[in-house]
């Protein structure tokens, strides 16, 4: 299965910033898709990126705020834009290993985000 | 209208006791894939299973079963001979139709093995 480096594991950031969070697979992938875990939740996924077109988002989540490079098929970054407290949240990147029977979605160990 | 259910926020077992834990769904794709994740308190996401909606046979790996019952739309998550690394969160998933990959999670159980 794919093997994901996500980066930063953690960061702690001033409201108004931006945080930018890399993810870069050893295996080129179609896409990748980004998720949200607010404290105590599930995951939400945010958008999916393809390499070479724009990024799909989902409902409630939009560009401006959470805009997403696909440079190549290895790397994705996703930038959270103006912070707020509430963008505090685990954000983890993933993709479909190719045999998704065995071994389904791969996920990065996510990036841990306190606002203050 | 959530597509993906599991209704046991949190669960106990004794170690070395068998565990199900919940899982329904909701969808009107006839081609669709479940999974099942457990998160521990590291937070990392593991795959455990998968279970593809024409597949005539329950999926096993291991300690993990999955009990699939597509007229119920049930998929619930069998462990047996529960273990104490097994505390974790445990997210039942969904994927929909067959040319786009998105997943759905479910809110998660909590799993707690008692010594």
């Known amino acids: 299965s794919a093997v994901i480096s996500q980066k930063p594991s953690r960061d702690i950031c001033q409201r108004g910033t931006s945080l930018t969070i890399q993810c870069q697979v050893d295996s080129q992938v179609t896409m990748m898709f980004w998720y949200r875990q607010q404290p105590g939740q599930s995951l939400t996924l945010i958008a999916t990126a393809n390499q070479g077109s724009e990024a799909t988002y989902e409902s409630g989540f939009v560009i401006d705020k959470f805009p997403i490079s696909r440079p190549n098929l290895t790397f994705s970054t996703l930038t959270v834009s103006n912070l707020s407290p509430e963008d505090s949240s685990i954000y983890l990147c993933?993709?479909?290993?190719?045999?998704?029977?065995?071994?389904?979605?791969?996920f990065g160990s996510g990036t841990r985000l306190t606002v203050v | 209208a959530q597509k993906i259910t599991q209704t046991q926020p949190g669960m106990f077992v004794q170690e070395k006791e068998a565990v199900t834990l919940d899982c329904t769904y909701d969808t009107s794709d006839q081609s669709y894939g479940l999974f099942w994740y457990k998160q521990p308190s590291s937070g990392e996401m593991i795959f455990l299973i998968y279970?593809?909606?024409?597949?005539?046979q329950n999926a096993t790996e291991g300690r993990y079963s999955l009990n699939f019952q597509k007229a119920r739309k049930s998929a619930n998550l069998v462990i047996s001979a529960s273990q104490l690394g097994d505390s974790a969160m445990y997210f039942c998933a969904m994927r929909e139709g067959t040319s786009y990959d998105k997943v759905i999670f479910g809110p998660g159980t909590s799993l707690s093995v008692i010594p």
């Open positions: 993933s993709v479909l290993n190719s045999d998704r029977d065995n071994y389904g979605y791969t």
């Open positions: 279970q593809g909606s024409y597949d005539e």
